[in-house]
């Protein structure tokens, strides 16, 4: 199937022209330069992680001797000079294409990268712009090879179809398209500071929360309520009794029975801490000494299988929800054995010890699910401490401080199990429990909202610049004068500059070999 069979022309004015882009450029691909023949300081060399979308970056720059200049001319890039990544060139539907600014001249062109040369410079900013078209983009993603690693050859695009308009038209269409779309980057720009500020208020809402601002109206209102100091003394009441009664079992297990009460004494107190200043009525606490029940994941690798039990790794568990989208399974018999110690149900906490740390999720009503590596489940009393109450509450800056504070390893940082059971935790009242997440609710659906809008404003920015590169490049974006000099003649002057470059021999073979007519 040829590429002209995979695409389909748009009508444009009589005075273009559709042509193949080898009509008015060649393009080249850069050398495969060892690493020893790299300097600290230099020329640079453009490699694909320099092309980003639109742009090119030199976060990672390496350089080689001035020498090469003259070595591989051929390769030299200069100012105004269009790149594009060859090896995965679409990334999240955006073509990673560039042109070199001032300051990004001179370079030299790495493996991987092609660069299109034009006959006539004058074409190249028209060109540009027109690249960024889904029609271009089309025929990108229409002749890529490969799956796992998509790309595209040099050999293939000089053959993608090009509207070529006159060339004062041209400057039309740039300057047109330059006016619209800085308006709307001004406009992405204003809209890039909303997710920030959102994320801000929604810490602030947070610390307000525990803090007791957002209830300090209600506990005026409400001074008979049971203070959390009871609550907590009589969660530990009921920890103490659990554990009583499952070391009672362990001895019974093995035939032992305690002649007096000195087996209490194992009993482990909880960690006398500081408690809250500012709040009579609150109490402050740790995760072992609130929770029902706190028990890590030791699961290994898992044999993964293509239906089951879904199994939720730290990559599903993302500011303070469960994205059970992409999830892998386990059997049945894997499922048993690694809940062995606790089979996870509706209402549990996840809690992510490393890669990243105390990112939070509670599993959602009706969910069978089982615990990957590296995450901690927290089973709450409801009639004592609310589980919304603790995922809220899990996910507040002070939690995070803590977080950072405590946190061990020199590569990537991790929690252990003793730092996620001492967490600390603000315990309020269960009536004002209650309340405050009842105007966490309100609050977060506000900040949804917000951010959905966002969203729907940025997607809607994007389409519009797409409708203006659309209309340009069917030329319905300026209008047409009939004194311009028709794309026909502007073609035939530019095949006599081709002629001309031919002749001179020009150009590299092998990767960067440029296509003469017809082929």
Known sequence: MTLDSKIELYEIP???????????SYVISGEAFKKREYSTSGIKLLQIANVSFGQVIWGKQNFLPEVFLEKYPELVLQEGDI??????PILNDVLKIAQLNL????????????C???YQKNISEYFFRYVKSAFFMNQVALNLKGSDQPYINTSTLPKFRFPLPPLNEQHRIVTKIEALTTRSRKARAALAAIPPLLDQFRDSVLAAAFRGDLTADWRAQNPDVEPAETLLERIRAERQARWEVAELE??????????????KEKYKEPLEIEQLPFLVTWCQSTVIDSCKLVVDCHNKTAPYKESGIKLVRTSNIRNGSLSLDNVKYIDQPTYEYWSRRCKPSSGDILFTREAPMAEVAMIPEGEKICMGQRMMLLRVDQKNLLGEYLLFMLQTPFVREYVEKTAVGTGVKHLRVRD?????????????????CKKLRELFDLIESL???YHSNFEDLSTLDQSILTKAFQGQLVLQDPNDEPASVLLERIRTEREKFEKKGKGRKGKGKRLKSGE
């Open 250 to 263: 362990k001895m019974e297990a093995k035939g032992k029975v305690p002649k007096n009460d000195r087996w």
């Open 14 to 24: 009589d005075s273009w022209q559709w042509i193949k882009l080898q009509d008015i």
């Open 103 to 114: 300051d990004d001249a001179p370079a030299i062109l790495y493996q991987r990268v092609g």
């Open 116 to 118: 299109f040369k034009f």
């Open 83 to 88: 790149v594009m990544a060859l090896n995965r």
């Open 420 to 436: 996620v059971e001492g967490v600390p935790v603000r315990i309020a009242p269960i009536q004002e429990q209650k309340e405050i």
């Open 451 to 453: 951010r959905q809008l």
